[in-house]
């Protein structure tokens, strides 16, 4: 099962690549895309911790609404404020879940990860907040 499953979900993320790229959900289309994803080469690496693996994937979902959200704060917000935050990653050993952590940050609008601090175990991150707000006219 071990081998099975990084088997199944590349076949099925190769496959849904082609769908999306096709646009085109017809039985002879999902034939064509199943055999070019079981043709194309696989990379062989170390196995991915599936709970961290699942774990970032769960995160990166959930930043889509959380970037719609930022966003209108920032379009609603009156200033913007410039902060340099640090955060901490999630496996800063394995590519897949790197990515993914940056993928997560990024996809915020106006933040973006300057670099890894702290060994590898931090992200140091470049974020637009949103600014206090002025409550009123002044006198």
């Excluded at 070019?36 to 609404?65: D, E």
């Excluded at 009156?78 to 902060?83: G, I, K, L, P, R």
Aim: hydrophobic residues 50%.
């Amino acid at each position: 099962m071990r081998r099975l499953l990084p088997l199944l979900l590349t076949t099925g993320f190769r496959l849904a690549v082609w769908c999306l790229l096709t646009a085109d959900l017809s039985r002879l289309n999902l034939m064509i895309g199943l055999v070019v994803a079981l043709l194309l080469p696989r990379a062989h690496s170390r196995p991915l911790p599936l709970r961290a693996l699942l774990r970032a994937l769960g995160r990166s979902l959930l930043a889509v609404p959380q970037a719609y959200v930022e966003a209108l704060r920032l379009i609603f917000g009156h200033e913007s404020v410039e902060a340099e935050i640090s955060e901490s990653a999630t496996e800063g050993t394995i590519p897949l879940l790197v990515f993914l952590d940056v993928f997560r940050i990024t996809l915020t609008p106006f933040t973006i990860v300057l670099g890894l601090e702290d060994g590898g175990r931090r992200y140091r991150i470049h974020a637009m907040k949103p600014g206090p707000r002025h409550g009123g006219q002044t006198p």
